[in-house]
């Protein structure tokens, strides 16, 4: 079960990576979801749902947008999604224009922060 602040890893067709804390096995707090294509959407959720304000960021980072409940809503400058990143506590400064390296595995896997090991989850 996943618990805490982590790193989940899905497997799905278009793959991506899940940056942030955990309950219950649902995303519930401030998150980062990193799309295998490279858009970014920072948000927070509550029992694994989206709620209030995020925001994303095109494949390229050359275009961001806010996030109301999970939903895209207007294009907005870069700096003010930097503002709504930085309230929300998340840095969304990307390691480089690189894409997310496809999972390996055909399992999605699971680390969390206070762990070393990586298991497949279902």
């Known amino acids: 079960m996943k618990h805490g602040v982590g790193t989940y890893y899905s497997s799905a067709a278009a793959g991506g990576v899940y940056e942030g804390q955990w309950e219950g096995d649902r995303k519930h707090g ?3 979801f990193t799309f295998g294509d490279g ?5 927070t959720y509550d029992a694994g749902a989206p709620v209030g304000q995020g925001v994303g960021w095109s494949w390229d980072g050359e275009a961001s947008f806010e996030l109301q409940d999970g939903r895209k809503g207007r294009i907005i400058p870069q700096d003010e999604a930097a503002q709504i990143a ?6 969304p400064r990307r390691k480089g224009k690189e894409r997310v390296a496809s999972v390996e595995s ?8 206070s762990q070393s ?3 497949p989850t279902d």
């Open 39 to 43: 858009r970014i959407r920072i948000q």
């Open 30 to 32: 401030r998150g980062k």
């Open 86 to 91: 930085a309230r929300i506590g998340i840095d």
């Open 117 to 119: 090991n990586v298991s």
């Open 106 to 113: 055909p399992l999605t896997q699971w680390m969390c922060a």
